[in-house]
């Protein structure tokens, strides 16, 4: 089976890491550029300042809550958030992690999402968390893929949850026990 991963050409310059304060103004310009693709976020835009951004790392809740960054010579290619379900306000929720994930068009189907879902369930069993959640439009096959390739399944499914352009795609609900 043909791997659908490139690595990038200097694997070296490639970093996975906890995201720290000066790391605002680049993941802010990630999510705003994946957000502008109309195709993988439900916002177009990141109506997040840099300095809330920076706050949010800042006050970051370490033991339960995780930002990672992929860095790229410096700069932001990729972004993992792993946070409490429903911010973790039940202790009904305490045992379920929410990921989001983006990363930057040009550096795409390198295995960069791969090395962040790696560190994320790492940090996240290593934590407690029993189960990983997450939601994915139905159209991005190529994250669903990589969601499976980490055992992944779909829960569930709510159709025709969005419009992008004339098309109506469903939201799929994905789960994973640790």
């Known amino acids: 089976m043909l791997s659908l991963f ?14 720290k304060i000066k790391d605002a103004r680049g993941i802010i310009k990630l ?8 195709l993988y976020m439900v916002s177009e835009s990141f109506n997040w300042t ?18 990672l960054v992929a860095d790229y010579g410096g700069e932001i290619v990729g972004c993992l958030t792993l946070f409490r379900y429903y911010g973790g306000r039940s202790p009904k929720v305490q045992h379920i992690g929410e990921i989001g ?38 159209t991005n096959e190529v994250a669903i893929h990589l969601y499976k390739k980490f055992g992944f399944v779909e829960e569930g499914r709510r159709k025709k949850q969005f419009k992008i352009g004339d098309e109506y795609v469903d939201e799929v609900l994905m789960g994973l026990f640790l």
């Open 50 to 67: 840099e300095e809330e951004e920076r706050q949010l790392i800042k006050n970051l809740d370490r033991t339960k809550d995780l930002i």
């Open 101 to 138: 994930i983006s990363v930057d068009a040009r550096f795409r189907n390198m295995g960069i999402g791969t090395k962040l879902f790696e560190e994320a369930i790492n940090w996240a069993k290593s934590r407690g968390y029993e189960k990983l959640s997450l939601s994915v439009f139905s």
């Open 6 to 19: 490139k690595r990038p050409k200097s694997e070296s310059q490639l970093i996975i890491r906890e995201a």
């Open 31 to 38: 999510l705003n550029s994946v957000g502008r693709e109309k």
